[in-house]
Nanobody, 124 residues
Framework: QVQLVESGGGLVQAGGSLRLSCAASGRTFSTYAMGWFRQAPGKEREFVGGISRSGVTTYSAESVKGRFTISRDAAKNTVYLQMNSLKPEDTAVYYC?????????????????WGQGTQVTVSS
């Protein structure tokens, strides 16, 4: 069984930064890619970015490219989402997830385990 616990969310002004963390238990963390998704009220869950099993390759949605960075620390079983230049439209619940392969993909159905989510609110 894999458990994922996100943290680091909160309220920030537009232009500010936050770093989300996702701590994972179990061996699966080092075996598969990890992804970050978000869901705003009334909208579908969308892919934000992902990182390969090795940590060498990262993927970002066009909407966050150049502002968000994903990294992972295998020793800590933790994946991070550094969010800079935040905009009000980034407001959402952010989720991390463990993939079913070594590369991260945008399709949420390709992820096996999910965290409970952390709220990010960006005020204008």
């Amino acid at each position: 069984q894999v458990q994922l616990v996100e943290s680091g969310g909160g309220l920030v002004q537009a232009g500010g930064s936050l770093r989300l963390s996702c701590a994972a238990s179990g061996r699966t963390f080092s075996t598969y890619a990890m992804g970050w998704f978000r869901q705003a009220p009334g909208k579908e869950r969308e892919f934000v970015g992902g990182i390969s099993r090795s940590g060498v390759t990262t993927y970002s949605a066009e909407s966050v490219k150049g502002r968000f960075t994903i990294s992972r620390d295998a020793a800590k079983n933790t994946v991070y989402l550094q969010m800079n230049s935040l905009k009000p439209e980034d407001t959402a619940v952010y989720y991390c997830a463990v993939g079913r392969s070594v590369v991260a993909v945008q399709d949420a159905s390709r992820y096996a385990y999910w965290g409970q989510g952390t709220q990010v609110t960006v005020s204008s």
